[in-house]
């Protein structure tokens, strides 16, 4: 495994730290979002929904491309982020790790809402009886209780930012040490005579770093849900 | 001490009560849908009514011309579910303990060790919920709620989900707490053997309404009986005096009527022993009969006859001393005993069908 250059272990770096700081970002914002789909009726709820699983239908490219017209330096969004708190997303990795999020919030959302909507709300009740205001009802039980699905939603977001390759390149470029995760990487070994090799070998990797993330979380999620199992 | 006046529109029904409990067992008794948990969701507060008041030990929860609301978490109530609800994620000893969290400023609380000895669980305290059975489940959530240090008890069909020998394991218990713990608590059920055997006082409720209120002989006798399913038909016997054959392993009780033959042993017993039953399992008898295998025959006359249901009347017999036996019988058999009111009976009883799962224990 020491076959790998400099460069492919710069790429591999970045790919974890922006996969893993989308994940982690998103995760509040995810949680949320399921909380107020799972939990509530309100009009435009449907458009909510819609809004959350655009990137999941669209183009990637499309996305990018939505992407750098808010988040880019003259994009509304951005220009108020960089004057306000110095936060800039156009051609850093912090782009790279924004436009994997938002590629994940749709897989997140869906699977944290799920077990939302499947928790029997009457544990929450009971709490409440017992004296629990609604805030320690949320961290004691319905919080330990997702558990399982927040894992789940988890790593598909982070399965998900590692691959994603179509909003990142057209968001933030292809910026070797910046912005250039694995599969951009690969995408730009394939277009240079001789570079199979590296290809194959940043291929490889990616398929040990996601075996490795399913095999993690499914011992996770088997442990988790011994402890949470519910009973009939 | 509950004062509950409210009203409540519910799809199928209008909900109007009003009564006040005071400390012991007040069971809601009658059929499913007469609104009995729809009652105890109001006083905890799971659900608002459309108007009126809800009052306990002076605390106002709910006044709805005064705009006031309490919330479910501020209501000092211990709500038992039908099906325990323990947090399946936290020990048997999270879950007791789950309540102190926000009463640790009572100072004089009911404790751990006392809930655990109370309820016998001291045994379960590292386990998991998933790992106990239902009726150490039950007696879990019970304490759990006792842990809050509630001003009421809420039990809602605390043994519907349980099989008969898991019935048997808790009703001692809650015995127990109603004997030792000053509360009021709310018990519903439509279960005559458990409202029988528990309540000091029974308000029979349906579609929403109160149809009578008043200790459970009085209220569970067969006129204001629930309903005109005949296996919902049951009459409570005040019976004295027990006696235990050890070589049959019968008890005998004392009616003013006649004596009674259980099958099974009652424990000692000075006070009054309610008997529970059931109109399916009496027998109407002209003369006293022999060579017959019943050993109990309870001399009354008949009081009143129902108008048939399909092929069954309901027979409603008083016993020498004043109370009433309903026994279901065959349309058919009344016309060939020529039988009419005011006509002497005996009522036979098979000793097999009343065991102590049907005894009633009082005071």
Known sequence: MTGLSEEDWTAILLSLKVASVATLASLPVGLALAY?????????????????????????????????????????????????????????????????????????????????????????QAAGTLGARPLFVFATVTLPLALPGILAGSILSFAKALGEFGATITFVSNIPGETQTIPAAIYTFTQVPGGDANALRLTAVSIVISLFALIASEILARRLNRQVASFS | M?????????????LAVKFTAGEGVTALFGESGAGKSTVLHLVAGLLKPDRGRIVVNGTVFTDMAAGIFLPAHRRRIGYVFQDALLFPHLSVRQNLTYGRWFTKAEPNGITLDQVTELLGIGALLDRRPTTLSGGERQRVAIGRALLASPHVLLMDEPLAALDIDRKREIIPYIQRLRDELKLPILYVSHAIEEVARLADRVILMAQGQVKSDGPPQQVLSPKAGPGDDRFARA???????????????????????????????????????????????????????????????????????????????????????????AAAVTRKAVDELGLGEGDQVHCLVKSVSIDDRLMAIKD
């Open chain 1, 36 to 124: 107020i789909l799972a939990r509530f009726r309100f009009p435009g709820r449907t458009l909510l929904d819609g809004l959350i699983h655009l990137p999941l239908v669209m183009p990637p490219v499309v996305t990018g491309y939505l992407l750098l017209l808010s988040f880019g330096r003259k994009g509304p969004i951005g220009a108020f982020l960089d004057e306000c708190c110095g936060l800039v997303f156009s051609f850093r990795w912090t782009g790279a790790a924004l436009a994997a999020a938002v590629m994940g919030l749709p897989l997140m959302v869906r699977a944290i809402r799920l077990t939302l909507e499947s928790q029997d709300r009457r544990l929450e």
């Open chain 2, 2 to 14: 509950i004062e509950i006046d409210v009203g409540l529109a519910r799809a199928n029904f209008t």
């Open chain 2, 235 to 325: 009459s409570i016997l005040t019976t004295t005096k027990p006696s235990y054959d050890p070589d049959y392993q019968l008890t005998q009780v004392s009616h003013p009527a006649g004596a009674i033959t259980l099958a099974g042993r009652l424990l000692p017993q000075d006070g009054p022993i309610r008997v529970v039953i059931r109109a399916t399992d009496v027998t109407i008898a002209l003369s006293k009969p022999r060579e017959l295998s019943i050993r109990t025959a309870l001399r009354g006359k008949v009081s009143a006859i129902s108008e048939p249901l399909g092929a069954v009347v309901m027979v409603e017999v008083e016993l020498e001393g004043g109370e009433i036996l």
